[in-house]
């Protein structure tokens, strides 16, 4: 279960109100149970059930479980589509490792908000249902322009790019730190490639021969460059 506070030996955890939902309704367990528990920092540690209602529950921990596992410096930018898709992206992005996720919006970008807390929850979510020790934040969504302008000298951004010609085998993707840039169902404007292209840092990659839908992309993307640079 993922928590916020740090975790060490004899520290107490206070659950929240969700998590003891769970524990008590779902798995029907108790106090007593051992539970195990991260925060993204301080590795996985098995903790017992102490207290447990319907407000929250208390945990103690017993001892560290494993060491913390950072993901490789890889981060997904992606310009949000259908809610449902979205979901999607977010929670195989956190299950392929991605490090960071960045909701971006372009001028063919269908939705112009986000639910940010209801992302970074689905991103929770499939960390503990994946056993990682770590949970990708997801920014607020930001226009493309602004990413850009804004880019961390030295980190690659791999945009997927779905006009190139060549479709043959997948090129050397450069390694971390690096991006993955999907674009929305339209695709990208012809200003936005045009910039895209000024960028420096930017490479381009194409995923094959036919045009996948954004989600698939995003998978298809973060599980090459995994192959290739990830550990
Ligand atoms: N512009 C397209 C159109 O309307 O015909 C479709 C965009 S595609 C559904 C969504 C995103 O997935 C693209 O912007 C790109 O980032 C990525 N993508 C899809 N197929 C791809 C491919 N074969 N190679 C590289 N990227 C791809």
Redesign the pocket.
Known sequence: LFVEQPLGQGQGIALSQAHAHYLANVLRKGTGTQVALFNSRDGEWLAEITEIGRRGALAICLGQAAPQRMPPDLWLVFAPIKKARTDFIVEKATELGAARILPVQTEFTNSERIRQDRLQAHAIEAAEQCGGTYVPEVAALKPLTRVLQDWPEGRALI??????AD?GKPPALPPAPAAI????????SPTERAKLRATSGVHS??????????D??AVA?LTLWQAQQGD
């Not at 840039?181 to 990208?188: D, Y």
């Not at 990659?205 to 954004?214: C, E, Q, W």
């Open positions: 945009w997927a790019d779905e006009s190139l479709a840039l999907i674009g929305p169902e339209g695709g990208f990659m194409s995923l094959g021969p036919r045009i996948l839908r954004a698939t992309a993307a």
